[in-house]
Structures are given as structure tokens and as C-alpha cells.
């Protein structure tokens, strides 16, 4: 944000910032899904240095409490997170960690009284000034499914998604229990054959990036794709 101020001058809240900067390559608390399977088939191929392996299509169904929009008071505290020091969220997770349950009402005030949580809340009040000081330990502890703002060519390209991550105790999705995962294997072999394919429905580089540089990188290689094919037509 400070070394491009201009690029995040219209996202309003910290979720916002974290799709944009998720999508200039900078990792964040954030995956990204789509809506579109076919979107998805597109990305499990196209690994170019992955070529030589199999691709997996993730299919995730999240329970209905799971399921979150952009303006939820749940997932502007887990995006605020990102605001933590490594050492302010340690304290927390510590927290979370050391008691099994934090339903008791003293607990509960203790956690909300941990000083990184008032500091968590106070960004969270710099994008809704209304929000109060009730955060629940459960909603820092959970993957949430969010639908975000279409205000973003590549989330509207791409069918985008994004599944955000609290404070977990494991390390991928498929441990949670709010989750159900199926996954499709794509042959090696079969990536450029369904590149292809996808390519004829025009889901390609060009459409799912609409920044410049990767409508010329398509271009480029239909171009090259094409000469060589002549190439080899005209060879003796």
C-alpha cells in the first residue's frame, strides 16, 4: 500500500486490499476459487512448470455458515489480521490454543480484552464505525467461502472467489470440518488437448487476464503457434 497507494485508492476495506494484492502475486490470508468450473480446469492446466505433472481440480462445498459476503463483520477481522504483528497474533492464537473452550463468560471477556484484539477491533471500527467490541474466539478459528465485490476486472473475468483463513491450528482446508472436498484428476497428457479445448470456448489468457500485457502474450503465442505449424506444413 505504500509503494503503490494509487493501486488500492478505491478498495474500502482491508478485504478489498488483500484481493487486489493477492492478485499482483502477494501472498495473503486469501485462496483463490472460482465459480466457473471450467475457470477452474483452466488453471489446474496451464501451470507451465507443472506440465510434466497432473493437475487436480478442488471442489469445495462449504456449509451454509461458512458462506460469507465481502461486507461481513466476520471476515473484515480476519482480513484486519493482516494489520497484526506476527507477535500480536501469536498472543492470540496462544489464547485460543491454551483453552479448549471459551464459551465461560469470563473467558470470553478475557479474550476480548487481550490488547491485539483491541487493536484488531480498531481497525475494523476504521471501516465500520459502528462494529462492536463482541468478536467470538470461533470466528478467528474457521475457513469462511466469500463473495466479493464485483469491483475487480479479474474477480469479473475470472468468476472470482476466495476462501479466507483465520487463526487455524492446521494448514489446509481439507481438515476442517465446515468443509467437503472432491478432487478431479487431469492427466498430464491431457492438459494441452483441454487448453485447447477451452481455448475454442475463449477462456484463454486474454479473456481471464484483461490487463494489456496478457492480451499480447496470447497474441504473441497464437502467432508463434501458427508459424511453427506452417513451418512443419512446408518442410520437405
Not at 490454543?97 to 483491541?118: I, V, Y
Not at 478467528?140 to 476486472?153: E, S
Not at 494448514?171 to 483441454?194: C, F, L, N, V
Request: proline residues 5%; hydrophobic residues 40%; charged residues 30%.
Amino acid at each position: 500500500m505504500l509503494e503503490a497507494p494509487s493501486e488500492f485508492g478505491m478498495d474500502k476495506s482491508m478485504f478489498d486490499k488483500l484481493v487486489r494484492a493477492q492478485h499482483y502475486g502477494l501472498p495473503t490470508r486469501l485462496l483463490d476459487v472460482s465459480l466457473n468450473p471450467l475457470v477452474g480446469l483452466y488453471f489446474a492446466c496451464n501451470e507451465t512448470e507443472h506440465h510434466s505433472k497432473d493437475g487436480v481440480v478442488e471442489i469445495f462445498d462449504f456449509l451454509a455458515s461458512r458462506v460469507k459476503f465481502a461486507d461481513s463483520d466476520t471476515v473484515s477481522l480476519i482480513s484486519n489480521l493482516a494489520r497484526l504483528s506476527d507477535q500480536e497474533k501469536d498472543t492470540i492464537r496462544t489464547f485460543l490454543n491454551s483453552n479448549e473452550t471459551l464459551e465461560d463468560k469470563e473467558k470470553l471477556k478475557e479474550f476480548r480484552c487481550l490488547a491485539p484484539m483491541k487493536r484488531l477491533n480498531q481497525f475494523v471500527r476504521t471501516e465500520k464505525p459502528y462494529f462492536l467490541d463482541i468478536a467470538k474466539p470461533v470466528d478467528l478459528q474457521r475457513y469462511y467461502f466469500v463473495y466479493p465485490l464485483k469491483n475487480n476486472r479479474r474477480v469479473i473475468a475470472q468468476s472470482g472467489a476466495f476462501i479466507v483463513a483465520g487463526l487455524l491450528l492446521f494448514q489446509k482446508p481439507a481438515a476442517s470440518k465446515g468443509i467437503k472436498i472432491q478432487r478431479i484428476k487431469i492427466p498430464h497428457d491431457s492438459k494441452q488437448d483441454i487448453i485447447d479445448q477451452l481455448d475454442v470456448l475463449n477462456i484463454n489468457s486474454r479473456t481471464l487476464f484483461p490487463e494489456v500485457e496478457f492480451a499480447s502474450k496470447y497474441i504473441k503465442e497464437k502467432w508463434t503457434q501458427q508459424d511453427n505449424s506452417i513451418m512443419q506444413t512446408d518442410a520437405p
